[in-house]
């Protein structure tokens, strides 16, 4: 992968509704509502915070969806992170 394409990765992330992103699923961090996710806090006991985004809420998809999309914001940073490390320790 050429590093104008992790560039671009990146960007969009970056560019992204502020991190942390959290998957509330209902019956396991929530009561009642749907699936959402919250943006902007620490975790999911953080919804009272004022620097908090936006929640993000799908009409359609799985529980599993919202968790993989909620934790993408978070693990794709890692992952381009990693990718540096490792192109870094090939020179």
């Known amino acids: 992968m050429?590093?104008?394409?992790?560039?671009q990765i990146r960007k969009r992330c970056l560019d992204s509704t502020k991190g942390n992103w959290i998957a509330m699923i209902e019956g396991v961090t929530h009561e009642s509502g749907s699936d959402f996710i919250m943006t902007g806090v620490k975790n999911e006991?953080?919804?009272n915070n004022p620097e908090r985004g936006p929640d993000i809420e799908?009409?359609?998809?799985?529980?599993?969806?919202?968790?993989f999309i909620a934790n993408a914001k978070q693990?794709?940073?890692?992952?381009?992170?990693?990718?540096?490390?490792l192109k870094m320790s090939n020179f």
Do not use: A, T
């Open 45 to 47: 006991k953080d919804f």
């Open 58 to 67: 799908l009409i359609e998809g799985s529980k599993e969806d919202v968790i």
């Open 75 to 85: 693990d794709i940073l890692k992952l381009l992170s990693e990718i540096g490390k």
């Open 2 to 7: 050429e590093e104008i394409e992790l560039d």
